[in-house]
């Protein structure tokens, strides 16, 4: 998605997608690229972290079983 910074305002920065003008995005300001500044188009991409997701509910997994055990 593309978008342009308009503001960055306490550390937030204000995103208009750049094909629905009306939809507006706010993130932290320290995560746009170096160097950005108010009027910059960006380029917005969230990726599903699959190798993330997959340890995260292992992880809940051995500790719900250690409750299980518990009981």
Known sequence: MKATIDRIENGIAILIDREDGTRHISIPALLLPPG????????????????ATAAAKARVSGLVEKLRKRS
């Open 36 to 51: 950005s500044r108010e009027g910059d188009v960006i380029t917005v991409m969230l990726e599903r972290d699959e190798e």
